[in-house]
C-alpha cells in the first residue's frame, strides 16, 4: 500500500525519526537508567534486610531487645549509667495531622543516658507552640523537654535560626546534638544507635538517616516518593557516605560551641539549606559522614497534599542547588544541575518514543502495511518492548526495596501501628515518575532565573548564593506546608484537646523514659 493518510504517514515519519543513530542511543540510554536504578535499589534492598536478618537472629538468640542493640549487656545498669548527654534539637514550623504522632515517637526515646528535647518556634503565634507545650505538660517529670521561642531569622532560613538558638539553649555537658525534623516517626532505639556510633568511631562528624515515604494517595504524595527514592540507595551504604539528609544530624556539640570548621557561621551567615551547607563543609574539611542502617524513618505524607504544594516542594529542592559556600562548592552544584538535567528528561524522553513506536505498530497492523514501509518501525517497537522490560525490573526493585524498609520499621518499632505496602499504588508511582522527571529540569530553571523561593509562609532571596532578603507577608503567603500539610499561622489552627493528646499518649505509655536529669 503506498497511498498514506496524512496522518498514519506522520505517526510512521515519526517512528523512523526515532530510529536515527541520536534517538536509538537516548531509548538505550533510559533503559540503561532504569536497570542502574534496579542494581541501586538492589544494594540497598541487601543492606537493610541484612539488618533484618542481625535482628532477627538476636531475638533467636535470646536477646528480646535486639532491635535496640546488638549486645544485650549493653542495657546493663553499669553501661547506661556511662552514656553521654544528647540534646535533640527540633525546629519546628505549623501544626498537622501527623505531628502528635511523630513528636510523641521522638521524645519517648529508650535512650538510657542524659537527654533533653528543645522544641524551638519562630513565635507563640505559631500552632506548633501551644500544640507541644502541651505535649510536655502531659510527659512532665518524664522527659526533659521544653519550648524555645527563637524570634525572626535575619540573617539565614527560619529552621537554620531555630537550630542555632536550640543549640545556644542546649546543656553545657552534652557531648552530642541530634537535629530531628517534626515529619518523621523515630524508633525507640534511634537515639541510641547514633549515639554508639558516635561513641565507636570519634571521627565521624556527622550521622544521618533518611524517611521512607508513607504516600498519602494523591499524585503529588506519590511524586515525593518517587523523588526520594533514588536518593535512598546513598544513605543504604551501612556506613560512609556522601549524603546528607536535615530531617536527622548527629554531630558533636563542641563543633557548634568552637564553631569548628566554620559550622556556625556558615550556617548562620546566609544559610539556606542546613544538609546541604553541612555537606559542603564536610567535604571541604574531608569530615566523615556515615549513615547505619537502620537509620530509616517513616515519613507519613499529608492525606491532602495538593499537587500545587509537590511543585512548591520541588521547588525547594531544586532551589538547594542555586545556594552555595564556596566556589568549589558551587562547581558541585552546577555539575548537579547538569546531571538531574540529562538524567531526568533522558529518562523520560523513552517513553515518548516508545508510545509512538507502539502506536506505529498498531497502525500497521491495523492498515496491513507491507513489510518493506515497516522495516524501521519493528526495530523501534523492539525497543519499546526492552524498554517495558526494564521498567518492569526497576519497579520491581524499587517494590523489594520498599517492602524491606517498611519491615525493617516494623521490627524497629514494634509497638507502633504496622506499615504495609498494601496502599502503594505501582500504577500511580509509575506515572509519579515520569511526572517527577519530566518536572525536575523546569522547576531547577526556575529556581536558577527567579533566585528567591517561598517557604513556609516566608519568601528568601539569594545572591551569591547566600540569603540576602527575607520577606514575610502572612497574607500573601501559603496557609500550610507543602508536606505535612500543617497549619502555619494561629488563626488557622485550633489548640488540640486533651482528650486527643491523651488517647495518643495511652498508645505509647508503655515506653518508659529514664529519669529527668536537672539542668
Known sequence: MSALHSADSFLLSLSRAFCSPLAVFIQIQGCVICLTLAIGWAFAAYVRKREINRIEDGIKGGNSFAFLCHDINEL???????????????????????????????????????IEFLFVVESTEDPAYHAVSQLITEFKGDVDARVIVAGLSTTCSQKIHNQLVGVENMHKDSKYVLFLDDDVRFHPGSIGVLTTEMEKNPE??????????????????????????????????????????????????????????????????????????????????????????????????????????????????????????????????????????????????????????????????????????????????????????????????????????????????????????????????????????????????????????NWSGIRYNLKNGKIHKIERNKDKGPEFTDLGGKHLYGKKAATPKASLLGSLGRSLAHWHQPKKYDV
Open 204 to 453: 565521624i562528624f556527622i550521622q544521618t538517616g533518611y524517611p521512607l515515604d508513607l504516600p498519602s494517595g494523591t499524585l503529588g504524595s506519590y511524586c515525593i516518593y518517587e523523588y526520594h527514592m533514588p536518593c535512598s540507595m546513598g544513605f543504604a551504604t551501612g556506613g560512609k557516605t556522601f549524603f546528607l539528609w536535615g530531617g536527622c544530624m548527629m554531630m558533636h556539640a563542641d563543633d557548634f560551641r568552637h564553631d569548628n570548621y566554620g559550622v556556625v557561621s556558615g550556617l548562620r551567615d546566609g544559610g539556606y539549606s542546613d544538609d546541604m551547607t553541612l555537606a559542603a563543609i564536610a567535604g571541604a574539611h574531608k569530615r566523615l559522614i556515615t549513615s547505619p542502617p537502620v537509620a530509616v524513618f517513616p515519613h507519613p505524607i499529608a492525606s491532602d497534599l495538593t499537587f500545587s504544594r509537590y511543585w512548591n516542594y520541588l521547588r525547594k529542592q531544586t532551589f538547594v542547588l542555586e545556594s552555595y559556600i564556596s566556589t568549589v562548592n558551587w562547581l558541585m552544584n552546577r555539575a548537579l544541575f547538569l546531571t538531574h538535567f540529562i538524567l531526568s528528561w533522558g529518562f523520560v524522553a523513552p517513553y515518548f518514543m516508545a508510545m509512538v513506536h507502539v502506536a506505529a505498530a498498531l497502525q500497521i497492523y491495523i492498515k496491513g502495511y507491507s513489510y518493506g514501509e515497516t522495516t524501521c518501525t519493528s526495530g523501534g517497537l523492539l525497543l519499546a518492548i526492552w524498554l517495558a522490560i526494564c521498567t518492569f525490573t526497576e519497579l520491581l526493585s524499587m517494590w523489594n526495596l520498599t517492602r524491606i524498609e517498611v519491615q525493617l520499621c516494623n521490627i524497629l518499632s514494634p509497638e507502633a501501628p504496622k506499615l504495609s505496602l498494601d496502599y502503594y499504588n505501582w500504577s500511580m508511582i509509575f506515572v509519579a515518575m515520569l511526572v517527577d522527571n519530566f518536572l525536575y529540569p523546569i522547576s531547577a530553571f526556575w529556581s536558577h532565573f527567579s533566585q528567591t523561593i
Open 76 to 114: 546493663e545498669h553499669s553501661n547506661q549509667v556511662n552514656l553521654p548527654r544528647v540534646s535533640v534539637v527540633m525546629p519546628l514550623k505549623g501544626f498537622g495531622e501527623h505531628n502528635l504522632h511523630n513528636w510523641k515517637s521522638q521524645i519517648t526515646s529508650l535512650y538510657g543516658g542524659p
